[in-house]
């Protein structure tokens, strides 16, 4: 179709846009994440670096344990070490599903938005009239049928839709 028309260089610039700009947005998203990443990691050799400090420290001085009334050692300096380091490493691991719990949060306001919302249309409005519809009986006849929801007046949902409902 493009070719037929003899639109190729303009839809190659416009790909080419759209290009640029998609790489852009993946060169940032690779600065956060590389960022993130690299603070994590500083973090926790930081940790490692502090951690074998204070436990050399302890040692050396000859502190005494509140718990054990025993001098530390390596064992308990160790323990208390690899206990924070792991409980640090599974709090990162849940960073990551924090996406999906905003994303199911966004979810479940627009859902209630939804359900709270007040229709245009009044069901129980004074001009209307109940009929038993045991009793109803007919043709409806719908023809060339055009509709879109207002939010989006460039997509049709309906476009020269008939049709025919036959009861009773």
Not at 102 to 128: L, W
């Amino acid at each position: 179709m493009v070719q037929a028309f003899g639109q190729e260089k303009r839809e190659v610039k416009n790909y080419e846009r759209h290009l640029a700009r998609a790489r852009d947005t993946g060169i940032k998203t690779h600065v956060k994440s590389s960022t993130a990443l690299a603070s994590f990691f500083f973090v926790l050799f930081g940790y490692y670096g502090y951690g074998f400090y204070t436990g050399s420290w302890l040692i050396t001085k000859k502190v005494e344990n509140s718990n054990s009334k025993e001098l530390y050692n390596v064992g308990d300096i160790l323990a208390c070490f690899f206990g924070i380091v792991f409980g640090v490493m599974s709090l990162g691991f849940a960073a990551p599903q924090l996406k999906s719990i905003t994303e199911g949060k966004v979810a479940g306001k627009m859902a209630y938005d939804i359900i709270d919302r007040v229709p245009q249309i009044k069901i129980d409005d004074p001009i209307s009239i109940k009929i038993n519809k045991k009793y109803v009986k007919g043709r409806i006849e719908l023809r060339n049928i055009n509709f879109h929801y207002a939010s989006k007046t460039d997509q049709k949902v309906l476009e020269n839709f008939s049709a025919v409902f036959v009861e009773g």
